[in-house]
């Protein structure tokens, strides 16, 4: 049977590893060696889980605090992009702990662009199914407004389509610091019905 | 906080809902006049279940038999293009139980052609997210060619693309027939660097 997926002509670079404790310490940098990824998330960090609450992102179609299936285990965002943004915001740089990163890739050209249903893959055979782009949001915001006051607001705008990916795990395993990424994406064409 | 997903101009229907008891029953038609989707798939389905085996399709990324988070909870299909697909196969119909689909929609054009990541959303709060269209494979060419010899191979060949798609469940609730279906999409654009 065939494969729908095709494999990209690079790979990608694991350079950190963070985790995120409890939502109330957003900002604190966690840095791990290796990170378990199971079925659930993330090993350690308090976005873990089978499920979540909906939030303000989903309101068009869930009330808040809806029990929704967890598409937002992993949030990855890439070492070029953040130095791109801090360009854009004139602030020496952004700090993947301040957006609740759990892990910097290096290597991965416009890794915000990856189409949704892409997959991650470390040598382990842990695997990371992409969801869809981040948005630059009020919450890494504030931070970083607390670290480069005024920079809050020009974030949320200048991040737009910089700030990372979010998804979750499809097969479970470790990844490790250095890990080589290999990337997988589905057919690419325009949805012309819109 | 903005929301990624934008609702097409259009939405579907629910014509028929369908389940597949047992692997070794294919091709039966187990007609249901609604269907309860949990987050573990659709109700008195064999395929419920988080996780699954790996299959032919993911060889070049897992070794069959690796549990993986199942992406392929439901089979949808479209009426309109199970029709398209009897035409170029010269028979009278192609019916949605040859091809273990659960939920058959009408009035969503080029349904197959959906972009990864897309909800369906159905007026009880139930929402499917889309993986990646579904690749016409042996096993439901084989039911085919029992009631078409001949056709299982063309069925291959020509269903690609109008075979419809499989998806997640991310909110879980009842679907019914009759039942309206909206349709979310992410942002489109192509990845360049492939």
Redesign the interface.
Known sequence: ??????????TGRVELLLINPEPDRMGERHERAELNLS?SGPEGDYHVG??RA?????????KRG????S?RQMSIVSVEELVEVAEKLAIPEVRPEWLAANLVASGI??LT?????T?L?FPS?A?I?I???N?P??YPAAVIGKHHPGADAAFIKEARGKRGVVG?????GVVRLGDAITI???????????
């Open positions: 049977m065939s494969d729908l997926l095709s494999k990209v002509p690079f079925f089978h499920t909906s939030d303000s992102r989903m309101l068009k179609r869930f809806t029990t929704v299936r598409a050209p416009d662009l990856l189409p949704p249903s997959r893959q055979g695997t199914v969801d869809i782009e948005l949001c009020r979750w795990i499809e097969a479970e997988w994406i589905p057919p690419q064409r325009i949805y012309a019905h819109t």
